[in-house]
Nanobody, 125 residues
Framework: QVQPVESGGGLVQAGGSLRLSCAVS????????MGWFRQAPGKEREFIAA????????YYGDSVKGRFTISRDNAKNTVSLQMNSLKPEDAALYYC??????????????????WGQGTQVTVSS
């Protein structure tokens, strides 16, 4: 079974930056789109970003567009989320997701094969 493993969460001041990483084992990593979601207490799970199998196509949620960047390194079987200009409302549990297809659009739609356990991001003012 495949379980994405997130790392890099922690405490950061508002306006600061943080980089999350997600590792997935297997030679088939490059066959699937990847993405990031988050969920804050009392709120629904929110789509953050997605990247296609090759890294050529990306999508971002409206709340993070222009501040967050998703990327992948297929040689290392990793996907990252660079978060800049962090706001208190960005605080949440961030989940890495492996899509069920090659398409980033499908990840954006919530078509997910495997979920990570999440990493906590806290933003202080």
């Amino acid at each position: 079974q495949v379980q994405p493993v997130e790392s890099g969460g922690g405490l950061v001041q508002a306006g600061g930056s943080l980089r999350l990483s997600c590792a997935v084992s297997g030679r088939t990593f490059s066959d699937y789109a990847m993405g990031w979601f988050r969920q804050a207490p009392g709120k629904e799970r929110e789509f953050i970003a997605a990247v296609s199998f090759s890294g050529g196509t990306t999508y971002y949620g409206d709340s993070v567009k222009g501040r967050f960047t998703i990327s992948r390194d297929n040689a290392k079987n990793t996907v990252s989320l660079q978060m800049n200009s962090l706001k208190p409302e960005d605080a949440a549990l961030y989940y890495c997701a492996r899509g069920a297809t090659l398409q980033a659009m499908d990840v954006m739609k919530g078509i997910i094969a495997y979920w990570g356990q999440g990493t906590q991001v806290t933003v202080s003012s």
